[in-house]
């Protein structure tokens, strides 16, 4: 018998983690947008600070 096969999350296909998945939806809902709006959004957001790296993104470790 073969096993399940795990299925791939929505968040798997556009790059993002759980965590960063997690906060495009919760700001979709509250701000009533789409998720495919807010992930623009926020990833237009991250690339307008002048090539500093977004507030929720980490530096390498």
């Known amino acids: 018998m073969s096993g399940r096969k795990h299925k791939r999350r929505v968040h798997a296909k556009d790059g993002l983690s ?6 495009v939806n919760l700001f979709a809902r ?8 807010a992930l623009k959004m926020m990833r237009n ?3 307008s600070n002048d090539g500093t790296k977004a507030s929720g993104e980490s530096g390498p470790k």
């Open 18 to 23: 759980a965590e960063q998945a997690y906060e």
């Open 30 to 37: 509250r701000c009533g947008l789409t998720r495919d709006e």
């Open 45 to 47: 957001a991250g690339r």
